[in-house]
């Protein structure tokens, strides 16, 4: 229902849908004077009404006694994950109890609750002097948020490598993000960057989850990675931000091992003249937190990326 004042003849009015597409109305009160003008509410929802010409606000209460007992929340609630929070509406000096289905609810006496299972729930409202209410039921039906995952995503590549096909469990959802087309992630089209890649999946009872993904675009110069290094190794991986790396050069030549974090900040540089052969280096990042990292090896030739996880 809806209330009003109407100023004009002093009274007030109620106003509340016939479920037909129309209103119903009736007068709630009437009064020896046409000063009142407008309605106000406190943080408890009580209500309180204001005086035109006088300046003066009354609070407004029911003569019965009975406090308000009332959810806020439709009669029939649907909502995603395994609880909701229910609240009902308060008052400074009121005591209450939540029931499900039909049962007190043991220690839940607060004016709002987590509701955790599937049907009916009400509450009831006390008053300091033993005045109390029962509201009417909200129905609840929990759905579970869907498990989602993606794949076919092997950063890093080259930015003019072709278009990579993405997958998403389960079927059905969107992909989203920079050098997104359809299903696929085109490097091309997104160029030279460090971009997250979401899929997101929404099933038949509007539950929402998404998975994501980090994928990194280098220029990669058009020089294959045999002119660079080969049988690059890098182990353990995962580690704790101590690792080995070991590869072979074609020629003896100065190379720069460059350690960087998926958003491109460099937290380890080093450089240093390799032999011609195998080469072996330890590297020591553990002031690094945990995530992605991508270690590069540059020389004149060009750069070769390879991904790691730290895990602390």
């Not at 059905?172 to 030279?192: K, L, Q, R, W």
């Not at 995962?238 to 790396?245: H, Q, R």
């Amino acid at each position: 229902k809806y209330i009003y004042t109407d100023y004009c003849d002093g009274k007030i009015r109620e106003i509340w849908p016939n479920c037909v597409g129309g209103w119903n109305t009736a007068i709630t009160s009437a009064f020896s004077t046409n000063d009142y003008s407008t309605f106000g509410e406190d943080r408890y929802n009580e209500l309180y009404i204001a005086g035109n010409t006088t300046g003066n606000i009354w609070k407004m209460s029911d003569t019965t006694c009975a406090p308000v007992a009332y959810i806020i929340a439709p009669d029939t609630l649907s909502a995603c994950g395994d609880s909701v929070l229910l609240h009902a509406v308060a008052g400074p000096t009121h005591t209450y109890q939540w029931m499900y289905n039909g049962n007190p609810v043991p220690g839940a006496t607060g004016s709002s609750y987590w509701a955790s299972q599937n049907g009916n729930y009400s509450i009831v409202v006390a008053t300091a002097s033993f005045c109390s209410s029962v509201s009417t039921l909200v129905n609840l039906t929990l759905h579970p948020i869907p498990l989602v995952t993606m794949g076919g995503l092997t950063s890093p590549y080259c930015v003019q490598a072709a278009p990579v096909t993405m997958t998403g469990t389960p079927a059905g959802g969107v992909f989203s993000g920079n050098g997104v087309v359809g299903s696929s992630f085109d490097p091309s089209a997104a160029g030279v960057s460090t971009d997250t890649i979401t899929y997101t999946y929404t099933n038949s009872f509007g539950c929402s989850a998404s998975a994501t993904s980090i994928v990194v675009v280098d220029t990669c110069l058009g020089i294959s990675e045999s002119n660079i290094a080969t049988k690059l190794f890098l182990y353990p991986n995962p580690n704790t931000g101590i690792f080995s790396f070991d590869f072979t050069l074609p020629i003896s030549t100065k190379n720069e091992i460059v350690v960087t974090d998926i958003f491109g900040q460099v937290v380890y540089s080093q450089m240093t003249e390799f032999s011609k052969g195998r080469n072996h280096t330890e590297i020591n990042v553990t002031g690094a937190s945990s995530g992605i990292y991508f270690l590069h090896l540059k020389n004149d030739k060009g750069e070769v990326i390879r991904k790691m996880m730290i895990a602390n």
